[in-house]
């Protein structure tokens, strides 16, 4: 990291759409920070589990929640409400699903080089 950037979510370098959702992504630092937007009606299991293959979501999530309401459920049972303005750190193994009538936003700074790629199953 030897110069400054700054690269903006409207010019993304790479964008990947599933059922009620996208994921937009850039590159900055040599980091790949990914902002998801997730319809009102978006669960993991449904839109994003027929291209991961994956019983759950197995990319480990480090996020900021930009809009909306996100509920996760964690393979262990423990169940987490995400809202607006919230961080939250989520370890592989977790459903997610939107709450209400808003989209939600996040932007992730771990997690999204392979989420929702068919050419690697990380998610």
């Known amino acids: 990291m030897d110069k400054a950037e700054c690269r903006s979510f ?7 759409e599933f059922p009620k959702g996208r994921v937009e992504l850039v590159n900055v630092g040599g980091a790949m920070i990914g902002r998801a937007i997730f319809e009102p009606g978006w669960r993991w299991a449904d839109s994003v589990q027929p291209i991961a293959k994956t019983r759950s979501c197995e990319a480990p999530h480090f996020q900021f929640h930009v809009s909306g ?8 049972g423990t169940e987490i409400e995400c809202r607006p303005g919230e961080v939250s750190l989520l ?3 977790h459903d997610a699903w939107v709450v209400g009538d808003e ?3 996040v932007v ?5 080089v392979d989420y929702a790629s068919s050419h690697r199953h990380a998610d």
């Open 108 to 112: 992730d700074f771990q997690g999204m």
């Open 103 to 105: 989209p939600a936003v």
């Open 10 to 16: 409207g010019k993304p370098d790479e964008v990947r």
């Open 91 to 93: 370890p592989s193994g």
């Open 69 to 76: 309401v996100l509920m996760v459920l964690m393979d262990d």
